[in-house]
C-alpha cells in the first residue's frame, strides 16, 4: 500500500492582502558576476548569498503568493536566476505568464512559449568594463549555440549607464544579424547619494542619451523593442510626472518584489529596484512604457 507522506512546508511571508497583478522573484542571491551597476547587492538589500529556499518550498510558496496577490506573471531573476535553472522551469508553469532576465553565461534557457532577457551592456570593451573580462564572448557565443526554433522569445538587453552610453549605435549595428527577437534599452537606477559616477547628475545631461536612443529606434525599428512613446516621457519635461519625486506616480510599484532575505524567507523592498533608490532620476524603461499603455488605452477606452 502507498504511504501517504505530509510534507508541512513553510508558510510564506505575509505581504497583506493587495492584489499584484505582477511580481518577481530573486531565486538566488548567488551571482557569478559582479557587475558595477548592479541595484540587487547594495547595501541595503536583503541580498546575502547564504539565505536559501530550497526547491519544494520555494515551488510552494510561490503558488501560496500566486493564489493570495492574484499574481498573473511573474519574472525570474537573481542574482543569476540560471543558477536554478530547474526551479525556474518548473516555476514557470505556476504563472499565466512567466518570463526570465539572465546574464547568459550559463547558457540560454530553452523555455517555449516564454521571454527570455538576456543582459548585455554595449559593445565588447564596454560590457566586458562592466560585466567582466571575456563575458561578452561567451554570452555571445551562448546566443549561437541556442536552438533558435525552440519557441522561446530571447532579447538581449542594455542597461544604459554614463560610461557605456558611448556604444549605443554600435552596440545595435554589431547585433542586429543576430540570431535574437530584438534589442531592448533601459536606463541606470541610482541610489539616493549616488557617486558611482554611472548616472547623470542632471537630467538634461541624460536627454541628449535618451534622444541618441529614439534615433537608434528610428533607424532599426524592427531590431530596437523600445518604443518612441515611453522613451520621450524619459526625457527631463515629462519623468517626474511619471514617476514623481518618491516614487508616488509609479506603476512598477503595483509590482511585487519578492528578495531572498534573512533565513531564505521571502522580504519585499521599497520597489524591483531595492530599497535605496533616487525615482526622480529613475531610468526603469518599464516604469515608462507601462505608463504610455495607461496613457493608451484612457485615451482609446474614452
Ligand atoms: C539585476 S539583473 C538580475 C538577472 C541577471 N543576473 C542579469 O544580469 O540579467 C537584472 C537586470 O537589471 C539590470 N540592472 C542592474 N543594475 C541596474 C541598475 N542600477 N539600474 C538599472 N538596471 C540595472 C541588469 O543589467 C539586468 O539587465
Ligand atoms: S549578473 Fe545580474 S545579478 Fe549578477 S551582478 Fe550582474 S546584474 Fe547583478
Ligand atoms: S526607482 Fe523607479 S521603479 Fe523604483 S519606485 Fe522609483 S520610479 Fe519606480
Redesign the pocket.
Known sequence: MKREVNVQFREPTDFGDVEYPSALVNVTNV?NLS?S????FRADNPNRPKDKMDDATMLHQLEALRDRHKIRSMLF?????MIRRDLVLKAMDLFEQSSI???GTYGIPSAPGHLV?V?L?GPEELNDAIRGEGVFQKVKRTIFERDQNDGTTVIL?M?ITKENAPGIEEFVEMVKDWPVDGVAF????PTKEDDSGLGWEDLGERDEVVRRVIAVKQKHPDVVKSNIGALELMLSERCLEVTGEHGEHCGLRLMLPLYMGEGGNFERTFCC?GNDVDCSRC??YGVFNGYWHRKQQGATSG
Open positions: 551571482c557587475c551597476h548592479c541595484f540587487v531573476m537573481g542574482g543569476e536566476p532576465v539572465t546574464n532577457t543582459s551592456d538587453q542597461t533601459t536606463f541606470y537606477v529596484y531610468g526603469a
